[in-house]
């Protein structure tokens, strides 16, 4: 007997013994899942989560734990991401860097966390770049610091350094259209030309040897083109620009001083013109409205369309190209977006009375049982009774008088302040209230009639309808549409169907409000007052009895809307500098082509003398060729800078061929306008003929000077006459010159004779 007590007890011992350890186990669990709790109350969320982690692994199987915590980490997650982001918009580079990478050490796969420190490392780069456009600018170069800004841009518009400096770039652009193939080097150099029904072929010659710039020409291109062209101290490039375009020619640039030449005909572009390929990714716009702009604007030659990645690949000139990159950062922008914050108050007030006797208003009375044949009356008429044997059986009349003196107040307010975020344009609905469904009764005949109910939903309560439109000046124009709607009652209709009563209120308005400016719409106001008078018959239009034998019910209610919406402008359009709204375009044929210039010419600097009808020659000034103030040490190939005396100088070719014709330009340099000089030209006769009408010696005596029609400059056409290849000489024996300001001889420096070979 003592045994099995022994056993029992050791059996309840281990059973309690088990329970406590249970017991204990469980509280030590809830215990972490307690101090989670109150750590995540507290806003403590990493440290809750962590408790959190340790509840999950103490029990595992705990459902409630296992929903908290992957609510926990979420929470937990966004808040470490937003701060990160924070960092990341605000600069702090490192730091933002530093709070993605513990993000992805404890979730190694979130790819925001991922995108942000590229993100971090992306801005890095663009500061850097940013950097040496500073330099550049610093150091004058317009141009090559918005060249660079604008790479920045298109990687991300919203940099804040770039768009920064792209706002004082703009300030001293004279022109904002990107200029990657302006030339460079030699072509800088400024030069003063006056020629005259010179050749093409001679004029890219003496810019060749100016500045040793080199010109190779396609073979379609006519050399003995006359051109007439006076420009002072100006740039060779633009000089060039000016020829080019005036006698239908384009270039290729091969180096930085060398340029290929070629007719400016649709079929040489296909062969010369260089195009680039270069993708568009449109983020907010429509890339069908997109495209459709740049073909009707830059005329662009291949577009390639992608709908589902809302880009488009376009085939074109680098001109075009960078014209388009303009087109699409000005059209490809963020729709604007507006918070609306909107508190909807409903105050409704009710009053009611009940206030007087309430007297007796009725006799009620039972008449005998009838006998006999009257047994089958249901009724008895009171004329009946006594002339028929029948009496009251009973007679009733209330002996209770009520006074009713009840006075109820209610009071009701319901406000509703809901927010809601809009694009431009769009319509923002609200509706605050209920679905009520009413009935409609559908009968099938037959001879068992089939009814059928559909339930029909309609909104009851305050719906409000918003379509806002946001001014570049940051104001809000708001379509705006309010309606207040109850339920009054159910409205009896055929075949025993009912239909719901519905009270409505509305009100529809424009309103214009500035950024955070808050407007208020009041007066939806419903005031009713219904009065119920009961009484005695004929007391009740008694005066001064009225009042004291008759019940009065006064039911008194009144409610109003009140509406205050405030816009807040999320984000708007950028306002854009003239400089953006407007640049330069290029021509009609040539899309992003940058413009034909020169500098502005002094008065009275350069004097263009009409021409002669017998000798049609190059026309020289003093400074012809010479560089301007700033640039003096620019070479001068027609000039002896360490001469003090005025120099003849004799272009001629070096190879011409039999029968053919070309041209000997002879010019006196370094001589002020006020000098006339003479010289005497000696040629073979017999080997060239002088195609001036004059006569044809040999010799040939030049005036030069300021009473001379072709100024300090002349041109002489000659042909090869003579059959037989070989050689022949040009040459200048003699000249004199005169001031005749002071009646002054000058000494004048005589060139070298020229040879030319005859092939």
């Not at 330099?135 to 660079?148: F, H, R, S, Y």
């Not at 990645?309 to 085939?315: G, K, S, T, V």
């Not at 100024?711 to 005169?738: C, D, H, M, Y």
Request: glycine share 6%; proline share 4%.
């Amino acid at each position: 007997m003592k045994s099995w007590r022994i056993i029992v007890f050791s059996i309840l011992l281990t059973i309690t013994t088990g329970c406590a350890i249970d017991n204990k186990s469980f509280l030590l669990r809830n215990v972490a899942f307690s101090d989670a709790q109150k750590l995540v109350s507290e806003g403590k969320l990493e440290s809750g989560l962590q408790k959190l982690e340790q509840a999950a692994r103490e029990e595992p199987e705990n459902k409630e734990i296992r929903t908290m915590l992957a609510r926990l980490r979420e929470d937990v997650l966004g808040k470490q991401l937003f701060e990160a982001d924070n960092l990341l918009y605000a600069g702090e580079l490192d730091q933002a860097e530093q709070r993605y990478q513990h993000i992805l050490n404890n979730y190694p796969f979130n790819e925001r966390a991922k995108d942000g420190i590229a993100a971090a490392n992306l801005e890095r780069r663009h500061i850097v770049i940013v950097e040496s456009a500073k330099a550049l600018l610093a150091k004058n170069d317009v141009n090559g610091a918005e060249t660079i800004v604008r790479a920045v841009l298109q990687e991300n518009p919203q940099q804040s350094h770039a768009r920064q400096l792209i706002s004082e770039i703009n300030s001293k652009l004279s022109r904002p259209e990107v200029t990657d193939l302006v030339l460079e080097s030699a072509f800088k150099k400024p030069v003063s030309m006056e020629f005259k029904d010179a050749d093409l072929k001679s004029i890219f010659e003496i810019m060749s040897r100016t500045a040793g710039i080199n010109f190779v020409f396609d073979k379609d291109i006519r050399q003995d083109s006359k051109i007439s062209i006076f420009v002072r101290n100006n740039t060779i490039e633009d000089i060039l620009k000016l020829i080019l375009t005036t006698n239908q020619l384009a270039y290729k640039v091969i180096n930085n001083n060398s340029l290929l030449i070629y007719p400016n005909t649709p079929a040489k572009l296909k062969d010369y013109q260089e195009l680039a390929v270069r993708s568009f990714q449109v983020a907010y716009t429509d890339v069908k409205q997109m495209v459709a702009m740049v073909r009707g604007i830059v005329k662009a030659k291949d577009i390639y369309v992608n709908e589902q990645l809302n880009l488009f690949i376009m085939r074109d000139t680098l001109e075009a190209i960078r014209l388009t990159e303009r087109l699409v950062s000005l059209n490809d922008l963020a729709e604007p977006e507006v918070m609306l914050d909107v508190a909807i108050l409903e105050i409704a007030r009710g009053n009611d009375f009940l206030l007087g006797p309430n007297m007796p208003q009725s006799v009620t009375f039972s008449g005998l049982t009838p006998v006999g044949a009257a047994q089958t009356a249901a009724t008895a008429n009171l004329n009946q009774i006594g002339a028929n044997g029948l009496g009251l059986k009973s007679f009733a009349i209330s002996n209770q008088v009520k006074i009713d003196f009840m006075h109820n107040l209610t009071t009701g307010d319901i406000l509703a302040n809901p927010r809601i975020r809009v694009a431009n344009r769009e319509k923002a609905k609200i509706h605050i209230g209920e679905k009520r469904p009413f009935f409609t009764a559908n009968i099938q005949p037959g001879i068992n009639s089939v009814v059928t109910s559909t339930p029909t939903f309609i909104d009851l309560g305050v719906k409000l309808d918003v379509e806002p439109r946001i001014g570049l000046n940051d104001e809000v124009t708001m379509k705006t549409t309010l309606e207040v709607s109850n339920f009054v009652r159910d409205v009896p209709g055929p075949s025993g169907a009912t239909a719901p009563l519905v009270g409505t209120r509305n009100a529809e308005t424009i309103l214009t409000l500035r950024d955070g400016e808050t407007q208020v719409l009041a007066g939806l106001i419903d005031n009713r007052e219904l009065r119920t008078m009961t009484g005695l018959a004929g007391i009740l239009n008694i005066p001064g009895l009225d009042r004291l034998f008759t019940n009065q019910k006064i039911n008194r209610t009144r409610s109003e809307i009140v509406l205050l919406i405030t816009p807040r402008i999320i984000r708007n359009i950028p306002k854009l500098s003239n400089l953006e709204r407007e640049y330069h375009f290029g021509t009609a044929s040539e899309a992003g082509k940058l413009p034909v210039k020169i500098q502005k010419t002094a008065a009275q600097s350069l004097a263009i003398a009409p021409s002669g009808s017998g000798q049609g020659g190059l026309r020289g000034a003093p400074s012809a060729f010479a560089p301007s103030n700033d640039q003096q040490d620019v070479p001068n190939p027609f000039a002896n800078a360490a001469a003090s005396e005025p120099t003849l100088t004799m272009q001629v070719p070096t190879n011409v061929g039999l029968d053919k014709e070309f041209s000997v330009n002879v010019r006196l340099v370094g001589a002020k306008a006020t000098v006339n000089a003479d010289a005497q030209l000696n040629y073979e006769s017999s080997v060239l003929e002088l195609l001036d009408g004059g006569a044809k010696s040999g010799s040939r005596s030049l005036k030069l000077g300021r009473d001379q029609v072709s100024g300090l400059a002349t041109q002489l056409r000659f042909k090869v006459i003579t059959s037989n290849p070989g050689q022949t000489e040009i040459s200048i024996q003699s000249a004199t010159a005169e001031d005749i300001e002071n009646s002054d001889s000058v000494n004048v420096t005589l060139p070298a004779a020229a040879t030319i070979n005859i092939k």
